[in-house]
Each structure stands twice: as structure tokens, then as C-alpha cells.
């Protein structure tokens, strides 16, 4: 099982908002809306900010939002603020009933 | 307030074994499904393998298929990884991850600190 695709790195400035993308095939992504996303501050647990490619857990700012078309995922962050930097993964379920992750996505605050 | 708490990683020599612990609190465990989801230093994450609320359904990583068992005990609201062959690659910290909830088995929702698997000779 290959991991999902997604940019090294992703910036912006504060106000301003940016797109995480990432990428499956039909038998991940495409094929199954259980499409994750999680924040993972250095040193500590991931996050979970978003499931089911839109929903968002009790406590996650409504600043977030997840998108999806065919086999790509995306998490939009608008207004940015500091506390949003750190590292994004995502994450699908898969035909063969396994998981898998993203690379992970660096975001900058500036 | 859920909480899952990991034990049992350390040094271990390459070819040994290692058993990790995942004590479960705060939430009805035997209804949830549980993963463990690995992180290799400086990498991403990896899932390694899941277990439903009952046993019934138990699934594995390629990379640690024939190496590793997971395993869970709903009286003791624990999850175990058995990690036999150990490979210099499997170095990383091993997060135990259960389900956002019952009807949720496909995204784990809440996670542990993580407990670092070392293995180096």
C-alpha cells in the first residue's frame, strides 16, 4: 500500500488561508469517504481535526474544512493563526480494510 | 476523559522481540476497534495494524505481516503488539490509536503519548 500524497511543506501568512492536498488512488481516497486529517505538533500525539472528509470533532475551530474530488483530499485553513503551524497528515481507509497515512505536510505560519 | 497510555518499548537487539502494552481508560474499550500506528524519528506516520471491539477482524501492515500480533483484552481494557524479528527499520514510536468511536472503527480518534522502539545492535 503506497501513502497518500501530499506537499512537503505549505505557508501563509496570518489572515490568510491555505490548501493541504492529498492525493490516493480509487481503491483509498477515491473509493471511501473515511478520509482523516490530524495536526502533530513536535514531540507529541497527532490530532484529529477532521473525518469523514468534512466532519470536524467537538473543540476543532470551524476555521477548518476538508474537501474531496475523486482522488484527492484537501484541508483548508482560513484565517490562519500561529497555533495552526506544525506538521498535517491524512489519512484513508483502503479496500483492504487497512489505513494508510500521507507523507505529512509542513505548515508555516509567517 | 479518554485516555490510552503505552508501555513496554525500548533497546532491543536486531532478530529480538518486544511486547507493547496499550492500557485503555476513560471510555467502554470492548466497543471500540484499536490500531497501532507507527513514526519512525524525523518520519511520517505508518499504520501497523487494527483489531476490531471483538478480535473478530485483524488486519497488518505489509511491512510487519508474520512478525507482529496484535491482540487486545476487553477485561483488562488493554491492547497488546507482540513484535517478534525485530529490523533496525521497525525503530520508531509506536502510538496506540483507538476509534473515534463505535460506529467510527475507520478513523482512530484518540491517541497515546507513544512509547520509542529502539532496535539497534
Known amino acids: 500500500q503506497s501513502a497518500l500524497t501530499q506537499p512537503a511543506s505549505v505557508s501563509g501568512s496570518p489572515g490568510q488561508s491555505i490548501t493541504i492536498s492529498c492525493t490516493g488512488m480509487?481503491?483509498?481516497?477515491?473509493?471511501?469517504?473515511?478520509v482523516s486529517w490530524y495536526q502533530q505538533d513536535p514531540g507529541k500525539a497527532p490530532k484529529l481535526m477532521i473525518y469523514?472528509?468534512?466532519n470536524r470533532p467537538s473543540g476543532v475551530s470551524n476555521r477548518l474544512s476538508g474537501s474531496k474530488s475523486g482522488n484527492t483530499a484537501s484541508l483548508t485553513i482560513s484565517g490562519l493563526q500561529a497555533e495552526d503551524g506544525g506538521d498535517y497528515y491524512c489519512?484513508?481507509?483502503?479496500?483492504?480494510?487497512?489505513?494508510?497515512f500521507g507523507g505529512g505536510t509542513k505548515l508555516t505560519v509567517l | 476523559e479518554v485516555q490510552l497510555v503505552e508501555s513496554g518499548g525500548g533497546l532491543v537487539k536486531p532478530g529480538g522481540s518486544l511486547r507493547l502494552s496499550c492500557a485503555a481508560s476513560g471510555f467502554t474499550f470492548s466497543s471500540y476497534s484499536v490500531n497501532w500506528v507507527r513514526q519512525a524519528p524525523g518520519k511520517g506516520l505508518e499504520w501497523v495494524s487494527s483489531?476490531?471491539?471483538?478480535?473478530?477482524?485483524?488486519y497488518y501492515a505489509d511491512s510487519v505481516k508474520g512478525r507482529f500480533t496484535i491482540s487486545r483484552d476487553n477485561a483488562r481494557n488493554s491492547l497488546y503488539l507482540q513484535m517478534n524479528s525485530l529490523r533496525a527499520e521497525d525503530t520508531a514510536v509506536y502510538y496506540c490509536?483507538?476509534?473515534?468511536?463505535?460506529?467510527?472503527?475507520?478513523?482512530?480518534?484518540?491517541w497515546g503519548q507513544g512509547t520509542l522502539v529502539t532496535v539497534s545492535s
Open positions: 480509487s481503491s483509498d481516497v477515491g473509493g471511501y469517504n473515511h
Open positions: 490509536a483507538s476509534s473515534l468511536s463505535p460506529t467510527h472503527p475507520e478513523t482512530p480518534g484518540y
Open positions: 483489531i476490531s471491539s471483538s478480535s473478530t477482524y485483524i
Open positions: 469523514d472528509v468534512s
Open positions: 489519512s484513508s481507509y483502503t479496500s483492504s480494510s487497512t489505513l494508510v
